[in-house]
């Protein structure tokens, strides 16, 4: 299985960005998939994620900002970011695996991971 992260880029705080996952090399619906972040010298969080059983779960950071969909004819997953602050700067990275509902937040429940895109929000 692969992920392929797209979508980032420079923008300035309170505009919109989404994000694409595309999954090659299986069966995407089979997967729970997620978005993660990672912004410089800090530890990797959990953003977002969409379950198998087409439930979604949000970081509280990014509650009622960011709406995570996915698009299983497409074998892809999105990231729609709106509303985005600086803090919002972190290079996201998406994953898939198979993790039960209550951990769907956590990083190691995941078995394959994107390569990342670059977010950067300027105030």
């Known amino acids: 299985v692969q992920l392929q992260a797209s979508g980032g880029g420079l923008v300035q705080a309170g505009t919109s960005l989404r994000l694409s996952c595309a999954l090659s090399g299986g069966t995407f619906s089979r997967y729970g998939m997620a978005w993660f972040r990672q912004a410089p010298e800090k530890e990797r969080e959990f953003v977002a994620a969409?379950?198998?059983?087409?439930?979604?779960v949000y970081a509280d950071s990014v509650k009622g900002r960011f709406t995570i969909s996915r698009d299983n004819a497409k074998n892809t997953l999105y990231l729609q970011m709106n509303s985005l602050k600086p803090e919002d700067t972190a290079v996201y990275y998406c994953t898939a695996g198979q993790p039960i509902y209550s951990q769907s937040s956590q990083w190691s429940s995941y078995y394959y991971w994107g390569q990342g895109t670059l977010v950067t929000v300027s105030s």
């Open positions: 969409f379950t198998t059983g087409r439930s979604t």
